[in-house]
């Protein structure tokens, strides 16, 4: 008679492990095997990280296998199972591989396909089509999407992280609490001996530096020393938290009246204005987005301000980019002057301070929630809707959605919703020519060699464009995600449909590299860039100055947050900025959704494009002061999870 040899690996994270009957059956093209349990006498199967193997025979020939179902019976309690893959070992000697990496609950089948990869349109076999759409259909009753809050992208319908499909959730609650990791990064950075003062002012710039006693970091030391430089102020528009706000200005803006007289001694070619914007040396940081938001009022003893600066900024001789104007609200007037290099050293160092709250309210709200967590989240939910497990997109996009949904949702609890960890910090509700543009110099790289992967797997399953049209799954996934979670709205620059391979590559990447580089790069060097309070202010407690000459030191540490304020925020951007211990850097796929051998050489090659970008910025950096390291990636996690 027949035998099979059934391998089970069981997944190593907590709880992963389970005592209830575990029962196979193997669904072949002429007849199914009966449903045998998979149980060792005397031995603790199916334990923790355990990879058990069985042998299964059955009484005639069953010819291929086209299905394993798993059936999971109760031994005395609720014990869930993650099952990480299953090996069949065929009387013939081949190995045929079955990825799960799913949980699996009390009494629930699941039919599990073999890992090859395949489109819809290679489904010849009724079982399968079944599978597929059976697959979907439930996938559709979990993944539902919900209007969190009018204007943003459609979310996932759930209102707390415990009522997340199991699959999606965090292997440990604990880990990613916001509150515990706050209160955690509270202890780390010995600031709660400030929490009693929490309305009181500080008494001068030395006085922040109390808060630093307990952690050492290169980058924010050296930047406390040299934080009120003018280059230091421009070099963040390049390379810190938020460095995709600059632009080349091929105008100054009607609104911003500039004129020559009032920069002429920052131009150090001897040039006119004009003639330094068209030799490409002018540009300039628009807040206008700012522009009539309201203040935050959840505390009613404190008024809280907002502004929306203009900032103009010279690559002066050094290559180096300096601020030479600074207007603070769009509207212009004479309570609305525009503050030179050449002012009285508080007003100019006050109006740099407006500029730098305005961008951290932006790269908070907008580069950082927005542009990377709720997109991709976007796409993850849209992807669970639309592509079954066997689809090569599906295959390709998981690693990069892990855990997106589940920290978003956890925001939502906990972050981002009304009197949450923000609103106790904060005060609101085309490449160019610059040198040391180290954002979007590695970007560019972590882009290309992302692109290429994509079109490696890519050129796997798609023969033509042809292919891509005809794939009517993934014209699901994409007409979801745009019609559902970004609300239809082509503003965003999504398209409805992907008609050629050239346009799939490309969504994919900006998938991809969204998920991983892009957050990587705005959200890891929070604590480096943000600790520093007067630098990144998460609100200003006084209005913005209407006039020159009467700004003093004492209104400058007035305006600043409160010592409450500053400590709530140093706790989140360093809790922010900090790795899970299970992170899974860019190019680590250990879950091994496909098993097809060019797909897995396209991985080693984009592994090996990933290594030379590493080595390539760690020669760089060497004897930086101001080292970038943001996009090396080695420090990229896949997904959005934190």
Not at 57 to 68: K, M, N, P, W
Not at 413 to 430: N, P, R, T, V, Y
Request: charge should be negative; glycine fraction near 4%.
């Amino acid at each position: 008679m027949p035998s099979y040899t059934v391998t089970v690996t069981t997944g190593s994270q907590w709880f992963a492990g389970t005592d209830d009957y575990i029962y196979i059956t193997l669904v072949g093209s002429k007849g199914c095997s009966e449903k045998n349990l998979l149980d060792k006498p005397f031995y603790n199967d199916f334990e923790r990280g355990a990879v058990d193997s069985y042998d299964i025979t059955v009484a005639e020939d069953i010819g291929d296998i086209q299905l394993i179902k798993i059936n999971k019976h109760k031994y005395w309690y609720k014990d869930d199972w993650y099952c990480r893959h299953i090996t069949v070992k065929t009387p013939a000697g081949d190995y045929l591989e079955f990825p799960c990496y799913r949980w699996i609950s009390n009494d629930k089948e699941i039919d599990l396909r073999e890992g090859t990869a395949k489109l819809v349109t290679h489904d010849v076999t009724q079982i399968h089509k079944q599978h597929r759409r059976k697959e979907l259909e439930d996938r559709q009753k979990q993944y539902r999407w919900k209007e969190w809050h009018p204007g943003f992208p459609l979310s996932i319908d759930a209102h707390c992280h415990s009522d997340l499909p199991h699959d999606i959730q965090f292997d440990s609650e604990k880990g990613v609490d916001f509150i515990l990791n706050y209160t955690k990064a509270m202890e780390n950075l010995f600031v709660n001996s400030f929490m009693h003062m929490f309305q009181s002012s500080w008494n001068d710039f030395a006085d922040f530096e109390r808060i630093f006693v307990r952690i050492s970091n290169t980058i924010s030391e050296y930047f406390i020393q040299h934080w009120k430089e003018d280059f230091m102020f421009g070099y963040q528009f390049l390379n810190g938290c938020n460095p995709v706000e600059i632009t080349k200005c091929t105008k100054i803006p009607e609104n911003f009246p500039v004129t020559q007289e009032m920069v002429e001694l920052c131009l150090e070619r001897k040039l006119t204005l004009q003639q330094e914007i068209e030799l490409g040396n002018i540009f300039i940081v628009d807040y206008k987005l700012l522009d009539g938001i309201s203040a935050n009022k959840t505390d009613p003893c404190t008024m809280q301000y907002i502004a929306a600066p203009i900032c103009l900024l010279y690559k002066n001789l050094e290559n180096k980019i300096m601020p030479i104007a600074i207007q603070l609200n769009q509207t212009p007037g004479p309570e609305n002057p525009i503050f030179l290099p050449s002012d009285a050293e508080y007003d100019w160092l006050l109006a740099k301070i407006w500029v730098r709250s305005s961008d951290f309210h932006v790269h908070q709200t907008v580069t950082h929630l927005l542009r990377t967590h709720l997109l991709t989240e976007v796409f993850a939910i849209g992807m669970f809707r639309q592509l079954p497990a066997v689809h090569p997109v599906f295959k390709l996009l998981i690693p990069h959605v892990r855990f997106t949904i589940a920290i978003n949702t956890k925001a939502r609890e906990q972050l981002i919703c009304e009197c949450g960890l923000f609103d106790k910090a904060m005060g609101m509700e085309s490449k160019e020519d610059i040198p040391y543009y180290f954002f979007r110099d590695d970007g560019m790289k972590v882009w290309d060699a992302t692109l290429n992967f994509a079109k490696d797997v890519v050129d796997v399953y798609y023969d033509s464009d042809k292919t891509v049209c005809e794939d009517s799954e993934l014209q699901a996934f994409v007409k979801d995600v745009y019609v559902y979670g970004l609300r239809d709205n082509e503003g965003s620059g999504f398209p409805k449909m992907i008609k050629t391979k050239e346009k799939l590559i490309e969504y994919l990447t900006l998938v991809m590299f969204t998920a991983s580089g892009q957050h990587a790069a705005v959200n890891f060097g929070q604590y480096d860039w943000c600790s520093w309070i007067p630098n990144s202010p998460p609100t200003m407690r006084c209005p913005p100055p209407t006039n020159k000459g009467e700004v003093t030191i004492e209104y400058i540490i007035e305006s600043l947050p409160d010592r409450g304020r500053s400590c709530w925020h140093l706790g989140a951007v360093w809790a922010l900025s900090q790795f899970q211990d299970n992170e899974l850097f860019l190019g680590l796929y250990p879950d091994e959704h496909f098993v097809e051998k060019r797909v897995k050489k396209a991985m080693a090659k984009f592994r090996k494009n990933l290594e030379d970008i590493i080595s390539f910025i760690q020669e760089r950096n060497k004897n930086k002061k101001l080292p970038y390291y943001y996009l090396s990636p080695d420090r990229i996690p896949n997904s959005v999870a934190v």
